[in-house]
């Protein structure tokens, strides 16, 4: 028969026998919580070697791989303006890939083509947006103007007889420009070409009045004296091209495009993979190091949270997702 104190020792004994239980299991329970990444991480980069994305995978990879514990493999999967990595990403569910991606595949992409078998709005984690830059709006070393105004009060009063040239429909400098276009008042018809340097060179022949350009490659040519830089489409000015204006200095009201690249994992990867994650690359993107590498590749460094590049996303895809819908465009 239990006594009222054996039954006391009873439960006493069963509550040290818990206790002794929790103890054990604790630290194995955190460690296999915190375990992850358990082996080499794949970051696809969905654009050649040698590329700006896979430059900055690159140089991301091993401090990655340090922080993390673990090998980071990059895995060029090219095609389809970086859509075809980006689907690789979405679809992946061995909770050990990631992407990196530019902004018109984690914005846009399903927007310009409802073919495109993922959409970044639903099958996509955003993790951490490692830089971004303003395009350079650049015309021929002597357009009218004496200043930045002056030059939009030229092209105004130019109306469609002016051209402007872009790497191809869809693309961010055919939006960007389309999108300055319903701000500024401008109205210069659209010319597609195959890629950027054959924009520069119609533009240094003279058949094309302006475009939008990257910053190494506009800076390079503005410091050749075969452009004029006319602005940056940045909200302010930019230290990748201190010396140009903002366009909102220029007095085009409420202008604000950059492009980005970012880090993203698939939809389906437990929120705590992706606040370590992110956590890591947004330290590494911040140290001086990066900033300078990423700046040498033409990128102000951002390194943000999940919640940061999600907002950017959001506005993103706003707005230019409205100049896709009321130009109808189509990506190719």
């Known amino acids: 028969m239990n006594t ?14 818990a206790c002794a239980t929790l103890a054990a299991h604790g630290p194995l329970h955190a460690q296999g919580a915190g375990a992850w990444p358990s082996k080499p991480l794949h970051l696809i980069v969905g654009f050649p070697p040698g590329s700006s994305p896979d430059l900055t995978a690159r140089a991301l990879a091993e401090p990655l791989a340090q922080a993390l514990g673990q090998p980071v493999v990059v895995d060029n999967r090219v095609g389809a303006g970086g859509n075809i990595g980006a689907d690789a990403v979405a679809k992946a569910s061995d909770g050990h890939t990631i992407g990196l991606m530019i902004n018109g595949n984690m914005t846009i992409s399903k927007l310009l083509n409802p073919a495109v078998r993922y959409d970044p ?4 984690a955003p993790v951490s947006l490692i830089g971004v830059a303003p395009l350079v709006l650049a015309a021929p070393a002597g357009a009218p103007g004496a200043d930045a105004r002056g030059f939009f009060d030229a092209a105004r009063a130019a109306g469609g007889q002016w051209s402007y040239g872009s790497p191809g429909v869809g693309t961010v400098g055919h939006l960007g420009m389309e999108l300055l276009k319903s701000r500024s008042g401008i109205a210069p018809v659209h010319v597609p070409y195959p890629g950027y340097p054959q924009v520069f060179n119609a533009m240094v ?13 506009a800076q390079a040519q503005i ?7 006319i602005g940056v489409t940045s909200s302010g000015r930019s230290t990748l091209a201190p010396e140009l204006p903002s366009l909102a200095e220029a007095g085009v009201k409420d202008f604000n495009l950059e492009i980005w690249n970012a880090v993203a994992a698939p939809a389906g ?9 992110a956590a890591a690359v947004s330290a590494i993107v911040r140290t001086p190091e990066m900033r ?8 102000q460094a951002v390194g943000s949270s999940p919640e940061g590049l ?3 996303m959001q506005a ?3 707005v230019l997702g409205a100049i896709i819908r009321t130009q109808g465009i189509q990506g190719q």
């Open 121 to 124: 709005r639903t099958d996509l």
């Open 205 to 217: 022949a003279g058949d094309l009045q302006l475009s939008m350009l990257p910053p190494a490659l």
């Open 316 to 318: 993103d895809t706003q």
């Open 292 to 299: 300078q590498r990423l700046f040498q590749q033409g990128w």
């Open 223 to 229: 410091k050749a004296g075969k452009l004029r830089g």
């Open 4 to 17: 009222p104190r054996a039954t006391r020792r009873l439960v006493l004994l069963f509550s040290a026998i």
């Open 269 to 277: 990867m437990p929120r705590a993979h992706i606040e370590k994650l």
């Open 310 to 312: 999600a907002r950017r």
